[in-house]
C-alpha cells in the first residue's frame, strides 16, 4: 500500500522559512516524479512543484520561484520542500503526490501558518 | 498557463439523483490529460478520473467521465451519501498544471 506520510508545517513569521517532509513507503520511491500541492484555507487546489525521479530537475509555479526549493533524498525515500522568505499568501495546508501531473496518491497533508 | 473552470460552483441534490459537472478548459487539452479528484473535509483530494475518462482503480462504476478538447464532464449517476464533496478537474497536459477552482455537491 502506498504511504506519504507529510510533516514539518507550522506557525511561521512573515520572511521566515521552514521546511517540510514528506517520507513515502510501499512503492519504488526511487523510480517516481514527486510534487507538491497547496491549499490555501477554504480555497482550491494549487501546484507548487514538481521534482523528477533522480532530483536533476525541479519545477515550480511562479508565485514561490527562487524563495521555495524542492529536493529529495532517494536513500530514505523522502520528499523535501525548503521554504523561505515566507509570505502571509504561502499559508495553507501542503501535501506530497507521487507523480507530475496526475496524483494518484497523496501525502495527509501538513499546514503552514506564516503570520506574525 | 491553462485556466480550468468548472461549473456550478455547488450543485444541491438528493441522495439517489445524477450529478453532472462541467469544467471548461481556455485552450485546447492535449491527449485529454483531465483528471478528476473528490474531496472531503479535513482530508487529502482522491483521484476519481485520469485521461478524461479512465476510472482509477477501486472507483465505484458509478463514476464517469467524459469529453474532450475545452470541454469535459464528471457524471455521478446516483449519488450516494459518501458523495457529496467537493470535486476538482486538473489538467495535466502542461505546465503549470493547473486545478479548477472546484463545484460543491451538497445535499438538497
Known amino acids: 500500500e502506498v504511504l506519504l506520510v507529510d510533516s514539518g508545517g507550522g506557525l511561521v513569521q512573515p520572511g521566515g522559512s521552514l521546511r517540510l517532509s514528506c517520507t513515502a513507503s510501499?512503492?519504488?520511491?526511487?523510480?517516481?516524479?514527486m510534487t507538491w500541492v497547496r491549499q490555501a484555507p477554504g480555497k482550491g487546489l494549487e501546484w507548487v512543484a514538481t521534482?523528477?525521479?533522480?532530483?536533476?530537475?525541479?519545477y515550480y509555479v511562479d508565485s514561490v520561484k527562487g524563495r521555495f526549493t524542492i529536493s529529495r533524498d532517494n536513500a530514505k525515500s523522502s520528499l523535501y520542500l525548503q521554504m523561505n522568505t515566507l509570505r502571509a499568501e504561502d499559508t495553507a495546508v501542503y501535501y506530497c503526490?507521487?507523480?507530475?501531473?496526475?496524483?494518484?496518491?497523496w501525502g495527509q497533508g501538513t499546514l503552514v501558518t506564516v503570520s506574525s | 498557463d491553462i485556466v480550468l473552470t468548472q461549473s456550478p460552483g455547488t450543485l444541491s441534490l438528493s441522495p439517489g439523483e445524477r450529478a453532472t459537472l462541467s469544467c471548461r478548459a481556455s485552450?485546447?487539452?492535449?491527449?485529454?490529460?483531465v483528471a478528476w479528484y473528490h474531496q472531503k473535509p479535513g482530508q487529502a483530494p482522491r483521484l476519481l478520473i485520469y485521461?478524461?475518462?479512465s476510472r482509477a482503480p477501486g472507483i465505484s462504476d458509478r463514476f464517469s467521465g467524459s469529453g474532450s478538447g475545452t470541454d469535459f464532464t464528471l457524471t455521478i449517476s446516483r449519488l450516494e451519501p459518501e458523495d457529496f464533496a467537493v470535486y476538482y478537474c486538473q489538467q495535466y497536459d502542461s505546465s503549470p498544471r493547473t486545478f479548477g477552482q472546484g463545484t460543491k455537491v451538497e445535499v438538497k
Open positions: 485521461d478524461a475518462s
Open positions: 521534482i523528477n525521479a533522480d532530483g536533476s530537475k525541479m
Open positions: 510501499g512503492f519504488n520511491f526511487t523510480t517516481y516524479w
Open positions: 485552450q485546447s487539452v492535449s491527449s485529454n490529460y
Open positions: 503526490g507521487r507523480g507530475s501531473g496526475l496524483l494518484p496518491d
